[in-house]
């Protein structure tokens, strides 16, 4: 602004001095004088003009590999930036797009039960195992863009056993890719089976302190993953419609209705082994189709149907199938979520197909330690090649009344579709087959995104051993931001 008024005030001048008659030359000359003094003055401010720009900061447009912190950090305020939230993620940045966020999630539960087996009373892993407290699930996750063409995700969880002793899993650890054409994506590492609806979702996660019995009893206590690859499908239809394909390996504990050894004790009344893998169809294959419809603006609608099929570690197979329900209700005049309901069930049938065991493991005739014996003989039992039953569901209703507030129940129920020939034959019932069924009211609070506290009570009712009463206070907190799971 200073400079064009000196440019306007120099033109005035000049056209002034232009004017005068020739007889005020002293006048002309005192001009000239001062308009080359502007010329002069102008002239310098054009330099300085120069001279700042050139010394102009750049804009960096990646952010730097590492990261330093100054001795003396300024404020947030005084660099004008937006202060940190605990919603922002923490992030560590690389070269490119890619990037790592880390999370840390503890979840703990203290209570009781009147079960004097609480172990055998609860099927999942990480749900409450002893009185007083429990460490359920300590889980640090690592999330982040590997590239333009994957994303990857890794979860490490320690525990900490009735015995005090902490162990460390690898849960998962993944890659998706990013680009594939005709709407394809391939999923490769070790990961949860896209297998029916809650199987893929963190303890941390679960509407209630503890797993449900059927996912307890056919897929684990650890739940359904392994080490594999899956593609996924996002069909061309004017609704949300997805088809999976997984190829998985079938052994060990977390394939557990598969190639499982079961630590050693027998399983549906035979020793079972985990075998190696000799042959593709050595492998696990789960398919898995899930659709999701808009009822109305408040109402959503999500089904799916799943499969699972495999060799089990009694010289047999399995096949294990699911169908999954989950719809939701939010107010359209809705604030943060809040009030909704939601219902969800599942339902699961097993077929197992065991394979003939002779309990006379060392030949002799005779009976020995740790062999079963067929009391009708006194000898040891020799079980025959049958398909064993069971089936299956839980169903849940969810009722969030008040924002950060939810209320919710649920009811579970297992048991054989019929019995096998060896139970007739063995003196003890098989407890993995046994019925039984349990009802869990809850209520849960949410004081922020990033913690939870939760009530939960349950009546389970066992055949053969009988009813017993638990009561559970469950506690969580999130650090950083943790990748959101699927509606």
Do not use: C
Request: no cysteine; charged share 20%.
């Amino acid at each position: 602004m200073k400079l064009k008024k000196l440019m306007i005030l120099s033109s005035v001048l000049y056209a002034s001095a232009m004017t005068l008659p020739a007889q005020e030359t002293n006048e002309l000359e005192q001009l000239r004088k001062e308009m080359r003094e502007m010329r002069k003055q102008m002239q310098q401010l054009e330099q300085k003009i120069e001279t700042l720009e050139q010394k102009k900061p750049e804009v960096v447009s990646q952010p730097p590999s590492i990261i330093t912190t100054p001795a003396t950090e300024p404020s947030a305020a005084a660099l004008g930036a937006k202060p940190w939230s605990p919603a922002d993620p923490i992030r560590l940045a690389g070269g490119g797009q890619n990037y790592l966020n880390l999370s840390f999630d503890g979840l703990f539960a203290v209570g009781s039960s009147t079960a004097k087996d609480i172990e055998g009373l609860e099927t999942g892993g990480h749900d409450p195992h002893q009185r007083g407290f429990t460490v359920e699930n300590i889980e640090t996750t690592f999330e982040g863009k590997v590239d333009p063409y994957f994303r990857a995700q890794a979860a490490v969880v320690l525990q900490i056993d009735t015995h005090g002793d902490t162990f460390i899993e690898l849960e998962e650890a993944y890659a998706d890719t990013l680009a594939l054409p005709l709407n394809l994506q391939v999923r490769a590492g070790q990961f949860f089976t896209e297998f029916g609806r809650q199987n893929q979702t963190h303890p941390h996660a679960w509407d209630f302190v503890d797993q449900p019995l059927v996912m307890g009893r056919f897929l684990g206590d650890d739940g359904l993953r392994s080490a594999g690859a899956r593609v996924s499908w996002l069909m061309p239809t004017p609704f949300y419609s997805e088809l999976y394909f997984t190829v998985q390996n079938s052994q060990g504990p977390t394939a557990h209705s598969f190639r499982n050894d079961n630590g050693g004790a027998p399983f549906f009344g035979r020793q079972s082994v985990q075998g190696r893998v000799l042959a593709f169809n050595d492998m696990l294959f789960v398919p898995r189709y899930a659709a999701s419809f808009n009822l109305s603006d408040s109402q959503t609608l999500v089904a799916g149907a799943s499969g699972a099929f495999g060799p089990n570690g009694t010289d047999g197979d399995t096949q294990i199938y699911a169908v999954d329900l989950f719809w939701k209700w939010k107010s359209p005049n809705q604030h943060a979520g809040f009030p909704f309901v939601s219902w969800t069930t599942e339902a699961m049938l097993r077929r197992f197909a065991a394979g003939a065991f002779n309990w006379d493991l060392n030949g002799n005739g005779t009976l020995d330690p740790d062999e079963m014996v067929n009391p009708a003989t006194g000898l040891p039992a020799i079980l025959p090649r049958e398909t064993l039953t069971d089936y299956g569901f839980y169903s849940q209703v969810l009722y969030g009344f008040r924002k950060g507030w939810i209320a919710g129940l649920r009811g579970d129920y297992v048991a054989p579709s019929e019995r096998g020939r060896y139970e007739a034959i063995l003196a003890t019932r098989d407890m993995d087959r046994a019925s039984r069924w349990r009802i869990s009211p809850n209520l849960t609070w949410y004081p922020s995104e990033f913690s939870k506290i939760r009530l939960q009570y349950n009546y389970d009712q066992r055949t053969g051993i009988g009813n017993d009463h638990s009561l559970w206070l469950q506690f969580e907190f999130l650090l950083g931001t943790h990748a959101a799971h699927k509606f």
